[in-house]
T-cell receptor, first 112, second 117 residues
Framework: GNSVTQMEGPVTLSEEAFLTINCTYT??????LFWYVQYPGEGLQLLLK?????DKGSNKGFEATYRKETTSFHLEKGSVQVSDSAVYFC???????????FGTGTSLTVIP | DTGVSQDPRHKITKRGQNVTFRCDPI?????LYWYRQTLGQGPEFLTY????????KSRLLSDRFSAERPKGSFSTLEIQRTEQGDSAMYLC???????????????FGDGTRLSIL
C-alpha cells in the first residue's frame, strides 16, 4: 500500500538553527513526493516537490532529496527563521494514481 | 489565477442539522478533491472528481455525506444530520490532470472549519 511516516513533533528551534524533518514512505511503483506547509487557520501550501529518484526539490531555502534506496524525502533548511513556524506535511502521489497520501504533520516553532 | 476558494470559512451548527460547503477550484483544473483534517493530523481523503464525475470515495464518507460537482466547475459537500465527530476542517484541493503519472501538485483552499455544538 501507500503511506507516509513523518518524525514526531513538535520541534522547537532557535532562529538560525539547522532544520531536519524526517519523512519516509511506502509506495507501489514510483511516486512523486511533496512537502506542504500549513500556517495557522490556512490550507496547505506546496513548498517543494520531486518526481523521480535523486531529484532535489528546493524553495525558500528548504531542500529535500528523493532517495529511492532509503525510501526517504527528508526536509532540510540551513538557517530557520521565526516566519518558518508552521506545520509541515510530507505527501506522496503514486505514479498513475488518483490520490495523495499525507503524513501526520510536524509542527515547527522557531524562537528568536 | 485566484487560487482555490472555500466558503464559508467557519460554520457552527447544532448536532443534527445539515450543512453545505462550497469549493471553487482554480478555473483550468479538472480534478477536485475533498479532505477532512482533524487537529494534529494530516488531511484524510474523502472523495474526488474528474470534471463532473465523482470517481472515488473513501470509506470515511458515510451515507450522511454527499458531494456534487455540477458542470465540472464548483463543488459542494453536504453533511446531513451532523454529529459531534464531524467537527473538523474540511479542505478542498484542485489540480490539473495532464495524464497518467503527470506528477502535478494539488492546490488547497483555506478550508471550512466545522464545529458541532
Amino acid at each position: 500500500g501507500n503511506s507516509v511516516t513523518q518524525m514526531e513533533g513538535p520541534v522547537t528551534l532557535s532562529e538560525e538553527a539547522f532544520l531536519t524533518i524526517n519523512c519516509t514512505y511506502t509506495a507501489t511503483g514510483y511516486p512523486s513526493l511533496f512537502w506542504y506547509v500549513q500556517y495557522p487557520g490556512e490550507g496547505l501550501q506546496l513548498l517543494l516537490k520531486a518526481t523521480k529518484a535523486d531529484d532535489k526539490g528546493s524553495n525558500k531555502g528548504f531542500e529535500a532529496t528523493y532517495r529511492k534506496e532509503t525510501t526517504s524525502f527528508h526536509l532540510e533548511k540551513g538557517s530557520v527563521q521565526v516566519s518558518d513556524s508552521a506545520v509541515y506535511f510530507c505527501a506522496l502521489s503514486p505514479w498513475g494514481g488518483n490520490q495523495f497520501y499525507f503524513g501526520t504533520g510536524t509542527s515547527l516553532t522557531v524562537i528568536p | 489565477d485566484t487560487g482555490v476558494s472555500q466558503d464559508p470559512r467557519h460554520k457552527i451548527t447544532k448536532r443534527g442539522q445539515n450543512v453545505t460547503f462550497r469549493c471553487d477550484p482554480i478555473s483550468e483544473h479538472n480534478r477536485l478533491y475533498w479532505y477532512r483534517q482533524t487537529l494534529g493530523q494530516g488531511p484524510e481523503f474523502l472523495t474526488y472528481f474528474q470534471n463532473e464525475a465523482q470517481l472515488e470515495k473513501s470509506r470515511l464518507l458515510s451515507d450522511r455525506f454527499s458531494a456534487e460537482r455540477p458542470k465540472g466547475s464548483f463543488s459542494t459537500l453536504e453533511i446531513q444530520r451532523t454529529e459531534q465527530g464531524d467537527s473538523a476542517m474540511y479542505l478542498c484541493a484542485s489540480m490539473a490532470d495532464r495524464g497518467r503519472g503527470s506528477n502535478q501538485p494539488q492546490h488547497f483552499g483555506d478550508g471550512t472549519r466545522l464545529s458541532i455544538l
